[in-house]
């Protein structure tokens, strides 16, 4: 405590109270292709709808990846998403301008107010409309002639129409009726409805609306838009023509603000909130005619199959430091990327598991090694095993032996997918129900889901050549469905580390005191502090002994290992030794018949 130089009463305040945390051990994360959302972003997503309400839906070119995503969030919930595109990628953008590649930020009023927020070929279904005065919103017709029935009118003031516009006709004795405009030939106007009102219009008086003036409250204020982002083609909703969003009253000026004080300068508004569209930066010019733009150019760029290692593994590096992102799963998704099999699989264990040494990685060989017709009959044992023998051998990686063929709700068809997805589902899973120490195989905890059939179901002489090389068969028992039958990591020595179990439980132990350690920095490596550490050590083993996680345990840290030389280089020793407790992998039953003289305590333990 402070010396005292003068009389009086000095208060101190001492924190003993410091504990071992509890740390995050089921957060997954992905790197690959997906038709829509943020570019080179972490992302993350808590489910299959907020994985398809960020990234869009799956197609033929990114099936493999985003069904590994889905099935991991089908067992958890935290899934870290990094989407991945070419250079060819492109926003996007209005009808008529020139298509612009994907960048954080624009500048050039040459591709319109408005681009798709992301790029992707779905953006082409986009179309945005803006209202920027009370006369676009609603501006008097006059001259129209149409029979009953008809849905092609004859409109003398057709030059003040709009396709997308609103004609509304009637009167309080015909009725009112809403025609949506379809196409303006001179003075010959279509509509996707016919005349239905009580008597046929002749040189009649109309009124022409915005097309969406339905979805606001009134005509714009001076000084501001409506704006509405519209799916045309309906490949977002799966209806043509749905209003995704509509934004009321936007600034057009810079610096406006609500009585409330918060911005409602469009640029601030849409670039903030819509999910769809952000701005260009082009200024928004007042019309007394609505515009309405469809967009075109948007391009997806490199499928799943053919986009570069290069490429995913910039995604994957968002990843690569423990200090920026918690994550203990690290999924593959679709093995062989162009000619390279085992490239990614390499990147992400070589370059992300093996340097944080705080996750492990999943992986699966390559479809080609597994799935019927590209792969011989009989041939896919000696696939499987060429494919892992490629990977670096390390105790911080899984590899399944396979895909399973599932089904594809949003396209309505069957696909086949890889595992990689499932085995981190199932490690999270049971995370969850039990403990990270837990092995995630066999009847009680390794049941996979959504699972059609299999690709390759190994057999028991099978199973024997993979799971030595530590590959996990996945396996389907009639009965008993399909399961994870093997929990091995990818280590080239025969230890404890070999077991996904002991790996996790490591990584949790190594994760959690390392993190209750960061409070002796800078104290006095004295007794007193050696005391502390180790009383904060040791009850949060025996804690993790009590949930059969380890058999055993010891704590040392004096003066055995914290030397006058430890010391003077200002360090502190802590040795950690763990008896890991092992998971059954072989059950040996044995069942002796005796005679009925035979008294059982003389032969017990003969066998």
């Avoid at 490239?343 to 070589?350: F, H, K, R, S, V």
């Avoid at 959504?450 to 690709?455: G, H, I, S």
Wanted: proline letters at 3%; a negative charge; aromatic letters at 10%.
């Amino acid at each position: 405590m402070a010396f005292q130089v003068s009389p009086g009463i000095n208060v101190s305040e001492f924190d003993l109270t410091t504990v071992v945390p509890a740390v995050a051990t089921t957060e997954a994360a992905i790197a690959g292709v997906f038709n829509w959302g943020p570019v080179m972003q972490r992302v993350l997503v808590t489910s299959e709808s907020d994985l398809v309400a960020r990234f869009g839906k799956p197609s033929s070119n990114n099936a493999e990846t985003f069904f590994t995503a889905a099935d991991f969030l089908s067992y958890s919930n935290k899934l870290y998403t990094v989407r991945v595109v070419s250079s060819d990628a492109n926003n996007a953008v209005g009808t008529g301008n020139t298509a612009a590649q994907y960048i954080d930020t624009v500048s050039s009023s040459s591709i319109g107010q408005f681009i798709a927020k992301w790029p992707g070929a779905i953006g082409n279904s986009l179309k945005f409309s803006t209202c920027t005065t009370s006369n676009a919103y609603s501006f008097a017709i006059s001259g129209i002639t149409m029979s009953i029935g008809a849905n092609t009118a004859t409109v003398t003031d057709a030059a003040n129409l709009a396709v997308g516009d609103i004609l509304r006709v009637g009167s309080n004795t015909t009725g009112f009726q809403d025609l949506n405009i379809t196409a303006i030939d001179s003075t010959t106007v279509s509509f996707t409805q016919k005349l239905s009102l009580k008597a046929a219009l002749s040189s009649a008086a109309g009124t022409r609306k915005w097309g969406y003036y339905k979805n606001v409250n009134a005509a714009p204020t001076s000084g501001m838009f409506h704006l509405a982002v519209i799916d045309e083609d309906g490949l977002i909703s799966g209806v043509a023509g749905s209003i995704l969003e509509v934004y009321e009253n936007l600034a057009i000026a810079s610096g406006t603000r609500s009585s409330q004080g918060a911005s409602i300068y469009y640029r601030d508004v849409v670039d903030s909130q819509s999910r769809w569209i952000r701005s260009t930066g082009a200024v928004v010019s007042t019309s007394n005619t609505a515009s309405y733009i469809s967009m075109i150019g948007g391009t997806d760029g490199s499928t799943e199959a053919n986009i570069t290692l290069a490429d995913l593994a910039e995604g994957y590096d968002l990843f690569a430091s423990a200090e920026d992102v918690d994550i203990s799963l690290i999924l593959q998704g679709k093995a062989g990327h162009g000619s390279n099999d085992t490239g990614l699989a390499n990147y992400i264990i070589d370059n992300i598991a093996e340097v944080r040494r705080d996750c492990v990685a999943y992986v699966s060989p390559s479809y080609a090694d597994v799935v019927p017709g590209t792969v011989s009959v009989g041939g896919e044992v000696d696939a499987i095993l060429a494919f892992r023998n490629s990977l670096t051998s390390s105790t911080y990686a899984v590899m399944d032996s396979g895909y399973k063929y599932r089904y594809d709700k949003y396209n309505d068809v069957y696909r086949y997918t890889p595992l990689n997805g499932d085995m981190a589902g199932l490690a999270a899973r049971t995370d969850n129900d039990r403990d990270p120490w837990w092995s995630p195989a066999g009847y009680n905890r390794g049941i996979i889901k959504n699972v059609v059939k299999l690709a390759f179901n190994p057999n028991k002489a099978q199973r024997d050549i993979l799971y030595p090389a530590g590959v996990n068969p996945v396996i389907t028992q009639p009965g008993q469905g399909t399961l994870l039958f093997g929990d091995r990591t990818l280590s080239s020595l025969d230890s404890a580390f070999d077991r996904i179990n002991v790996r996790r439980l490591f990584i949790v132990l190594e994760k959690a005191i390392a993190r209750a350690a960061r409070s002796t920095l800078f104290e006095f490596n004295d007794a007193f502090t050696r005391a502390q550490f180790k009383n904060l050590v040791e009850p949060f083993l025996r804690d993790v002994q009590g949930r059969r996680g380890i058999y055993d345990f010891r704590v040392v840290c004096d003066e055995t290992n914290n030397t006058g030389e430890v010391i003077d280089r200002n360090e502190f020793v802590g040795d950690i030794y763990i008896k890991p407790a092992r998971s059954i992998n072989f059950i040996q039953l044995n069942f002796v018949a005796v005679r009925t003289g035979v008294e059982f305590e003389e032969i017990v333990g003969q066998f």
